[in-house]
């Protein structure tokens, strides 16, 4: 894939191409590398959803046991094209097949009510057992996503963590799968553009708004992270977004309901139809 990026990039300052058709050339680029990496996925054994491993979506994703059957069979196929896509590295800790489950149905969370994605940029998931340092004189991480490296990587202590107590808004695999979807949006690629630029218009004036009234030291509904810049700002607002529904949206109706419109999806509404199928 990078390859085929450099010849395009060599062609268009050698006057071969222009803007729009250098663009173009890198989605067939990425297109074809994808074909090839899934006919990789083919040749060493592609993995699909059976019953055992409905069992583990139901019983570690809450989200996904709110799903009726049809909404399930379809984020079953979504986790199986994500898994498929991905390779899976652990440092120091061994990927099982229910890891990638988890970690599939966390990024099939945040981009379920869009297109189907598989934030494809991103070709690597990498799992630590714990906390990490990516660079020997760096901070400890729980996650991170890094574009340049086409990576994303999570502590599966944290993982698991944020999934154990699913109604405290602090979950590391949705924040990192948002981080990658917010990436994903701008990156040259068959998937670029997924989210209405006018709707990203409005969230990021509600969400400078919101992250002003937190610097001031004023009451705040967000933890004082989401503060941090525009990114981490929408990272913080998708796990309140899924754990905290009900309340996010009585305490910030206009950015709950923009998140619902960039996401194609409503958990408050979900939830309340889940209370009352029961």
């Avoid at 570690?60 to 984020?75: G, H, K, M, N």
């Avoid at 992250?211 to 990114?231: H, K, L, M, V």
């Avoid at 998140?259 to 979900?270: F, I, R, S, T």
Wanted: hydrophobic share 45%.
């Amino acid at each position: 894939y990078q390859l085929g990026v450099n010849v395009c990039l060599a062609i268009a300052l050698d006057g071969g191409l222009g803007v729009t058709a250098f663009f173009a050339a890198v989605v067939l680029v990425f297109i074809a590398a994808r074909a090839m990496n899934a006919v990789g996925a083919l040749l060493k054994g592609s993995i699909s959803v059976r019953e055992s491993d409905r069992i583990v979506l139901s019983r570690c994703l809450p989200y996904y046991a709110q799903l009726d059957r049809t909404a399930r069979r379809e984020f079953d196929q979504r986790v199986t094209d994500f898994i498929n896509d991905k390779e899976f590295h652990g440092r120091g800790i061994e990927v099982t097949r229910e890891m990638k489950l988890m970690l599939a149905g966390s990024a099939v969370q945040v981009t379920f009510g869009l297109e189907p994605l598989l934030l494809m940029h991103f070709s690597r998931i990498v799992v630590y057992p714990d906390q990490y340092r990516n660079r020997p004189q760096s901070h400890l991480h729980l996650g991170e996503v890094n574009p340049g490296m086409r990576v994303i990587a999570i502590s599966w202590k944290h993982f698991l963590q944020g999934y154990a107590e699913p109604t405290d808004a602090r979950n590391v695999g949705l924040h990192e799968m948002a981080h990658a979807l917010w990436f994903e949006n701008r990156i040259p690629n068959a998937e670029t553009g997924f989210l209405s630029n006018k709707l990203l218009l409005e969230w990021r004036q509600l969400a400078e708004d919101e992250s002003a009234r937190i610097r001031s030291g004023a009451d705040r509904f967000f933890r004082e992270y989401a503060a941090t810049d525009q990114a981490e700002f929408f990272a913080v607002a998708v796990e309140y977004f899924f754990e905290k529904p009900v309340v996010y949206r009585a305490a910030l109706p206009e950015l709950y309901e923009c998140m619902v419109q960039l996401l194609g999806q409503d958990p408050a509404e979900m939830k309340a139809s889940s209370h009352q199928d029961r």
